[in-house]
């Protein structure tokens, strides 16, 4: 079995205090940022390697149900935090060093470090999405360029 990450475990509150764009539309509508990164990590899911976890403290939101394949996004339930369900998650998978987790918070990521997990910035998020995108994008012009319609 492969030990490179694949699946990204996001903390999405770190992500929408760290991005400004988010971050200002945070401060303005809470649940419209979210649905921003929502939309946002849904397509990066859908064309990169990545199986896309994200994680919300959960005060305003329920997880919603999904098709297998997916990507997941989970809130945080009373009495439980994002980062106590991400800890939760790598912990108990048996696959700590296939996990990525995307936080700003310093003392989280030596938790995921210390669990056998990887800790990325959202500044590495943000250059992931780039490289996927353009990725894809070279992928589509091939497609048109071999397709005879």
């Known amino acids: 079995?492969?030990?490179?990450?694949?699946?990204?475990?996001?903390?999405?509150?770190?992500v929408i205090f760290a991005w400004p764009q988010l971050r200002q539309l945070h401060q303005r509508n809470t649940r419209q940022a979210r649905e921003t990164l929502i939309q946002q990590m849904r397509q990066f899911h859908d064309v990169s390697p990545w199986k896309v976890t994200l994680v919300f403290d959960g005060r305003q939101g329920s997880t919603p149900p999904r098709n297998k394949g997916d990507m997941v996004v989970i809130y945080s339930q009373k009495g439980e935090t994002a980062d106590s369900?991400?800890?939760?998650?790598?912990?108990?998978?048996?696959?700590?060093?296939?996990?990525?987790?995307?936080?700003?918070?310093?003392a989280e990521r030596e938790t995921i470090e210390s669990l056998g997990a990887y800790a990325v910035?959202?500044?590495?998020?943000?250059?992931?999405?780039?490289?996927?995108?353009?990725?894809?994008?070279?992928?589509?012009?091939?497609?048109?360029?071999?397709?005879?319609?």
């Open 1 to 14: 079995m492969s030990q490179t990450p694949v699946f990204l475990l996001i903390d999405g509150h770190s």
């Open 85 to 106: 369900i991400i800890e939760r998650l790598v912990g108990t998978t048996g696959q700590a060093r296939r996990i990525q987790v995307v936080t700003a918070d310093g």
């Open 121 to 149: 910035t959202p500044d590495w998020l943000l250059d992931e999405m780039e490289r996927q995108n353009a990725h894809f994008s070279r992928e589509i012009e091939d497609v048109h360029r071999r397709a005879k319609w």
